[in-house]
Nanobody, 123 residues
Framework: QVRLVESGGGSVQPGGSLRLSCAVSGVSGRSVCMGWFRQSPGKEREVIAYVLTGSSGTFYDKSVKGRFTVSQDNDRSTMDLQMNSLKPEDTAMYYC????????????????WGQGTQVTVSS
């Protein structure tokens, strides 16, 4: 059974940094993607970054590329999202999800979600 638990959200001023962490269990398979999504009020949930487990393969949405970095530990038990140069438009609820499609980061029937963690960027 896949289980994901996010932590690390909070409030920060524009230009600041936060690091989110997702504790992952129950994900099996050699080539599996895990990702970070976010949802702002009135908007659809969107994929912003994902990683192919056991490799250095990553994907970033253009809205976060160059500012955010997704990483995982060797045993796939933790997936982190380092967020730098945060902007007010990054304010959202952030979710980790696994497994997801490695092609476009789309959802699978077996995709499971964490409970979400709020990130607020405001001066």
């Amino acid at each position: 059974q896949v289980r994901l638990v996010e932590s690390g959200g909070g409030s920060v001023q524009p230009g600041g940094s936060l690091r989110l962490s997702c504790a992952v269990s129950g994900v099996s398979g050699r080539s599996v993607c895990m990702g970070w999504f976010r949802q702002s009020p009135g908007k659809e949930r969107e994929v912003i970054a994902y990683v192919l487990t056991g490799s250095s393969g990553t994907f970033y949405d253009k809205s976060v590329k160059g500012r955010f970095t997704v990483s995982q530990d060797n045993d796939r038990s933790t997936m982190d999202l380092q967020m730098n140069s945060l902007k007010p438009e990054d304010t959202a609820m952030y979710y980790c999800a696994a497994p997801i499609s490695c092609g476009m980061g789309t959802l699978l029937l077996e995709t499971r979600w964490g409970q979400g963690t709020q990130v607020t960027v405001s001066s």
